[in-house]
Each structure stands twice: as C-alpha cells, then as structure tokens.
C-alpha cells in the first residue's frame, strides 16, 4: 500500500491554506541544506528563494512512497530541494503537466521490451535509480537520491537528473533540446543543436577510446573500472544518447561545474544562459 504524503504534511508541517505552500521547519531546512554540499555556493537570498520554490514545489505535486518506503518529511525535503535548484531562476512553471512523484527505497527493477534486429522480442527488468515518464509521474530512488554529490566519482544527482529529463519533454521527445522562452532572448534551436552535437560527439568519442583501453578480462563490476573513465568530467552514462547527455550535463552543472566548465567551456556557458545560473561564478 504506497504511503501517500498528505497525511505526513498535515501532521508534520503547517498548512497556510489549502492551495498555498507547505512551511518546510527551520531545524530541517538546515539540515536537509548541509547534507548536500553543492548548495554552499547559495547566497541568502538564493537559499530563501529555493526555499519558497520546495515548499511551492511540495504543495503541487504529489508525492508517494512506494515499495514499503515511509515518506518521512526529511525524504520529502531533500527531494524537493533538490529538485528546485535547476529551475532557482526559472520558477516551476517548467514542471508543468505532470504531478507525481514515486519514491523507491532504493532501485527499482522495470519490466522493459526490446526488438532485435532479427525481430526477436526480449523481455528483461532493469534495475534503475530513477525514471521520467513523458507526461506521467517522476520515480525516484530515495537511496540514490540521498548520494548526491562528487565524494569517489563522477557527479551525481538523480534527483536533477529525472527533472532536468521533465524539462526536456516539454517540448516533445527527450532529444536533449529543451523549451526556451521570453527569458532566453539569446539562445536559438540552432545554436543549442550544434553546440550540444558537438560537444556530445567529442565525449561519446573520448568515452569510446576509454573503452577500447579497458583491458579484456576487467571486472565490470569493479571499481577498477571507474579508474579509468574518472578523467571524464561527467558520466559515461551521458554518451548513451543527447536525451541523457543533457540530463548528465545538468546534473553535473550543478554538483561539479568547473569540471564542466574546463572540459567543454561552450557548453557549460549555453547552460548557464539556460538555467540563468553560474555555478563556477561562486566558486572563484
Ligand atoms: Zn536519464
């Protein structure tokens, strides 16, 4: 029986009126704020901001634990937290048309079908962290969402990683090629095509070099294998298609920008346009 989270937010936070937001408490916000590092860089003012919009964020959509998973209000903000910081200066119209939030105790397995060139159907499950559905609920791994960060590998949040997929579909398949609107005065379709092509067939060509290194008998299991794709600046996972290679970047812009930016310094400035933040800006 999934625990829905209306019940958690009454007994836990103090509803201001039925359709206005949730008051995430003081002692929470902090906490939730310092278990994840790359929200340092906020200032005052970005972090009151950030604030407003999880709160905004948890009173419009609707979150549900899943798999036996208790949705305790600490899950609740650290989701919601995190998933407001793409959109700190965009605001969260871009999570429009959808409204559900499924919460995993930790990976999930999803029965997928697969044709092959000879016309054989497989079907398997996968084991994954997280899922968008194109106008459908946003799951969530809670054990990877809670990983976040840079500590022994690449940069990582699930939780960006699944909204910044949200945004991509708003205008159609997850091609890597979002929406712009009145606030993107500079960026064009075009533009954004050939800067992320390039940039994407210059890191699925390093990522394949990577693996014609690896040697033969290499446990892929291993953490010997990450060893050798640590001098990518984001994960190899993003070299699998541009759907997922803006859903990496993103996801490294906001955990690991500088890596980001020295690698590819077109890209990550097409980002900030985007996202109208620069998270290296801070740093320096
Ligand atoms: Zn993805």
Not at 26 to 48: G, I, V
Not at 176 to 184: K, L, N, Q, T
Request: aromatic share 10%.
């Amino acid at each position: 029986m999934p625990a829905h989270n209306s019940k958690m937010l009454r007994t836990l936070f103090e509803r201001l009126t039925r359709s206005s937001s949730v008051v995430i408490p003081d002692q929470l916000w902090t906490s939730t704020l310092a278990s994840l590092p790359f929200m340092l860089r906020l200032n005052a003012d970005e972090c009151s901001r950030l604030r407003k919009l999880a709160s905004q964020l948890l009173s419009q959509k609707q979150m549900t634990g899943a798999a036996g998973l208790e949705l305790t209000a600490a899950i609740q903000v650290n989701i919601a937290m995190q998933a407001s910081l793409p959109v700190l200066n965009l605001g969260l119209d871009w999570y429009r048309g959808w409204n559900s939030i499924i919460v995993y105790p930790r990976e999930f397995l999803v029965p997928r079908e697969l044709t092959d060139d000879d016309g054989v159907v497989h079907q398997y499950v996968e084991p994954i962290a997280g899922e968008a559905w194109d106008g459908g609920p946003l799951l969530l791994s809670w054990e990877d969402a809670q990983q976040s960060a840079t500590a022994g590998g690449a940069a990582y949040s699930v939780v960006m990683h699944e909204f910044a997929h949200k945004i991509d579909l708003l205008n159609g398949d997850a091609d890597g090629v979002p929406p712009f609107s009145s606030v993107h005065k500079k960026l064009s379709t075009a533009r954004w095509r050939r800067v992320m092509h390039d940039t994407f067939e210059r890191f699925a060509a390093e990522v394949e070099l990577i693996e014609a290194e690896l040697p033969a008998d290499l446990d892929l299991e291993s953490d010997t294998e990450e060893r050798y794709f640590a001098r990518l600046p984001f994960d190899a996972y993003a070299a699998q298609d541009t759907g997922e290679f803006f859903a990496v970047s993103s996801e490294a812009f906001f955990v690991a920008p500088q890596r980001l930016r020295s690698a590819f310094p077109e890209w990550y400035a097409l980002l900030t346009e985007f996202f109208l933040q620069n998270p290296v800006a801070l740093h320096e």
